[in-house]
């Protein structure tokens, strides 16, 4: 089988990052070589640019504009050193966010150009689009209440931004995903963990044959 690119999008605490993983372990007990990866990160560079994104305190304050570049950047590295050689090996990736975030969390809720924000996601991504987008889609505030919940409840500082940010958030992924029908299939997050994993595994049987 050729290689095959599976991104994950929704907003906090959706469970992507969960079902990811519980997809990663279906196709490999399907025979399939699997690469898990995330964004921003994937590489070495990409995970330094995504503890400046989110966790380093130079990042407070951080300009929509100066936001985009770095994400496009950790993005461009992650797409040329990760993603397309997997690909060309004919590996499944699986990827925690990808281009989409920036269209929606920047483009949409930042309130970036739209143009400007479409011509620097090409240029970061190259070669790498994603054949296949599961968008988990859930209410903001329940996946932020999920966020806060878990662990020491530290929260970076994309999951500190206000709840109408989040709602911006989720409207834009499903006006993104009603244009590119295509590429997208959307999952109800408000589900359990065990039929958000079946409905997801029969959406991307589909792409295996």
């Not at 990409?46 to 989110?54: G, M, N, V, W």
């Not at 269209?103 to 479409?118: C, E, H, I, N």
Request: aromatic share 6%; net charge negative; hydrophobic share 40%.
């Amino acid at each position: 089988m050729p290689g095959l690119f599976i991104s994950f999008e929704g907003t906090e605490g959706c469970g992507k990052s969960t079902q990811l993983k519980a997809l990663a372990a279906r196709l490999s007990g399907a025979g399939h070589d699997v690469v898990e990866t995330r964004e921003p990160g994937g590489t070495v560079l990409s995970e330094a640019i995504r503890t400046l994104l989110q966790h380093d305190p130079a990042g407070e304050g951080m300009c929509p504009e100066t936001e985009l570049l770095l994400f496009a950047a950790s993005r461009a590295q992650h797409s040329r050193a990760c993603i397309q050689p997997a690909i060309k090996a004919n590996k499944v990736v699986l990827c925690d966010r990808f281009m989409d975030s920036t269209t929606v969390y920047q483009g949409v809720a930042r309130s970036l150009s739209t143009q400007r924000v479409d011509e620097i996601n090409k240029f970061a991504v190259g070669e790498s689009i994603p054949d296949l987008t599961v968008l988990i889609d859930l209410a903001p505030e329940i996946g932020l209440a999920r966020v806060r919940s878990r662990g020491t409840g530290e929260l970076d500082r994309m999951e500190r931004e206000a709840l109408d940010f989040f709602q911006a958030v989720r409207e834009g992924y499903l006006r993104l995903a009603a244009t590119e029908v295509h590429r997208f299939i959307i999952i109800d997050g408000d589900q359990s963990p065990e039929t958000l994993e079946k409905e997801i595994w029969d959406g991307v049987k589909q792409r295996l044959t």
